[in-house]
């Protein structure tokens, strides 16, 4: 379906290519060479440019370019014969997930999303302890300190602009002062943040000290100098504020999240801190909250059984295709272009148009970029608050809501026949 063009003139853009939802972008140069003209960052540049030079693209099946309707009727074909079809990537706006979780559900089938690990660990350490967070807003006017735990500027490339030194603040006065807490990265552009190297694998073990210190306890070993200076930097803060990207934890994404949740819970007794968790972007958090809103449950979970079955160990991506219990993989993914995981496994492409692959999956269908070729709405990183996304240019790609409910139509009919 073709959507209606608004001009790049025509007030600011919002951005669905982090979770930060920055929306005061501006971009010139038409849909041919759109350039950003204001507010964006090179990820947005390249995320842009991308998806418009990307707007005629076509469905395959196994390389071979088809019709729309011959894709759907092969897709269907395909997930009407599967035993466990798993969802994944689920790097979409609301309405594409939606839509796929819907299908998913009608086929008794797996949704996970590509940034699983994350928010599995975000899930498990809220229900195990409890964490206490905050929102963007509320951080922005209020956090006197900031502590940036792993690699956040990278993945948030405005974070520092749109957090750390905006232009207006309430309740404040100066700018508040930022700590990063991870391995040496390269710095945010714009900033001056102090850095404190911390190997990824020693995270956890730190903040379990820091803790400690703040505690009153003392620490097996003289305590280290810089360890020491944290500690009275936390005890002085008004409100500090520790952010952190789940997915870019790893391994012990859980572990260190805990320890986060407890630092902030002694904090708490005698001040005021919080935690602020950002999804990585790619609509994690949209996926979270729409399977939440659908089945009671997070991502990680199977409706095999005919009920919402949460397991996010055993219905993983990673899990079900190495062991080869998922038969079909249907990867949605409009907003990434990036393929999806390597496997045997027959894989049905609902993606990006500009996807590459290495090797041709048995099915490819480019669909509209939401916030490029057509309106939507993505969650923002730090929770349940929305980003409108506008249509940016005509496009005749299809939108995952509208081919994800015509194989749903197909299937009931051939039930039926
Ligand atoms: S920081 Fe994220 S949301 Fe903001 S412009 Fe860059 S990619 Fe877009």
Redesign the pocket.
């Known amino acids: 379906m073709t959507q209606q063009a608004m001009t790049t003139e025509d007030g600011a853009i919002p951005?669905?290519?982090?979770?930060?939802?920055?929306d005061d972008?501006s971009l010139s140069g038409g849909s041919d060479e759109p350039r950003m003209e204001a507010?964006?960052?090179p990820?947005?540049q390249s995320?842009f440019s991308l998806a418009f030079g990307a707007a005629a693209a076509t469905p395959a099946i196994a390389g071979r370019s088809c019709t729309l309707e011959e894709a759907l009727d092969h897709a269907a074909g395909l997930l009407g014969g599967a035993r466990l079809p798993l969802f994944g990537g689920l790097a979409g706006d609301l309405l594409d997930i939606q839509a796929a979780v819907r299908l998913a559900e009608a086929t008794g089938g797996v949704v996970d999303h590509r940034n699983g690990a994350g928010l599995t660990a975000a899930a498990t350490a809220l229900q195990s302890g409890g964490l206490m967070t905050t929102s963007l807003g509320d951080a922005r006017n209020r956090a006197d300190l900031w502590i940036l735990v792993g690699d956040v500027t990278q993945r948030?490339?405005?974070?520092v602009e749109?957090l750390l030194e905006p232009s207006q603040r309430l309740h404040m006065e100066g700018m508040p002062e930022a700590v990063v807490l991870g391995e040496p990265a390269a710095e945010a552009p714009g900033a001056a943040l102090e850095h404190l190297p911390v190997p990824a694998a020693a995270l956890h073990d730190f903040i379990q000290r820091l803790r400690a210190r703040l505690a009153g306890r003392g620490l097996d070993g003289e305590p280290e100098a810089a360890t020491e200076a944290l500690v009275q930097r936390l005890t002085n803060a008004r409100f500090p504020v520790f952010v952190y990207a789940p997915g870019a934890l790893g391994d012990q994404a859980d572990l260190v999240i805990r320890a986060l949740g407890g630092l902030v819970r002694t904090l708490n007794e005698a001040g005021r801190a919080a935690l602020l968790p950002l999804g990585g972007?790619d609509g994690d958090i949209s996926a979270h909250q729409v399977a939440a809103w659908h089945s009671g449950f997070g991502v990680g979970t199977s409706f095999h059984a005919g009920v919402p079955d949460y397991d996010p160990a055993r219905w993983s991506t990673g899990r079900l295709l190495a062991s080869g219990e998922a038969d079909l993989l249907v990867w949605v993914s409009p907003l990434n272009a990036a393929p999806p995981p390597a496997t045997p496994v027959p894989t049905l492409v609902f993606g990006h148009p500009a996807s590459r692959f290495e090797e041709a999956p048995e099915l490819f269908v480019p669909l509209a970029v939401p916030g490029v070729h057509r309106h939507g709405v993505v969650h923002r990183g730090d929770g349940p608050a929305l980003v409108p996304l506008r249509a940016l240019m005509a496009s005749e790609l299809p939108a995952g809501a509208e081919v994800f409910e015509g194989l749903a139509a197909r299937l009931a009919t051939e039930e039926q026949s």
């Open positions: 951005c669905p290519f982090c979770g930060l939802g920055c972008l507010g964006g960052c990820k947005a995320g948030f490339p405005r974070l749109r972007g």
